[in-house]
């Protein structure tokens, strides 16, 4: 799909909540991401703001979390599309322990790798 958002570390930027309000300029859709981020990540200090996302490819506005995500900072050093494209992707310790949280997202640049 043309639109699809792949960031970095396999997550669908475009499929993301915050991204979805952010794009609809939806300040009370981010408000309830904030709050439902709030209470699933045990982090009082979400705002609107701090999820406020363009995906972490592009745009001016990127959710909190890409200032301190290694992962993207890593994509970012190598210059690659996503993590998909690097050649250190099967040795990756970053990747390996995101894959552990996030299953789905190893499945997404699987798919990417297979049809490179």
């Given at each position: 799909m043309e639109d699809t958002i792949i960031a970095y570390c396999g997550l669908v930027c475009s499929s993301c909540?915050?991204?979805?309000?952010t794009q609809a300029n939806a300040p009370i859709a981010l408000e309830?991401?904030?709050a439902q981020w709030r209470e699933e990540y045990h982090a009082p200090n979400i705002t609107i703001e701090s999820v406020m996302c363009d995906g972490c490819l592009t745009g001016p506005h990127k959710c909190s979390?890409?200032?301190?995500?290694?992962i993207r900072s890593c994509g970012v050093t190598h210059g690659v599309a996503n993590c998909a494209h690097c050649v250190?992707?099967?040795t990756c310790e970053k990747l390996q322990g995101f894959f552990v949280m996030v299953p789905s997202a190893r499945s997404t640049l699987?798919?990417?790798r297979s049809a490179l």
């Amino acid at each position: 799909m043309e639109d699809t958002i792949i960031a970095y570390c396999g997550l669908v930027c475009s499929s993301c909540p915050a991204y979805t309000a952010t794009q609809a300029n939806a300040p009370i859709a981010l408000e309830q991401v904030a709050a439902q981020w709030r209470e699933e990540y045990h982090a009082p200090n979400i705002t609107i703001e701090s999820v406020m996302c363009d995906g972490c490819l592009t745009g001016p506005h990127k959710c909190s979390h890409c200032a301190e995500c290694d992962i993207r900072s890593c994509g970012v050093t190598h210059g690659v599309a996503n993590c998909a494209h690097c050649v250190d992707y099967n040795t990756c310790e970053k990747l390996q322990g995101f894959f552990v949280m996030v299953p789905s997202a190893r499945s997404t640049l699987e798919a990417i790798r297979s049809a490179l």
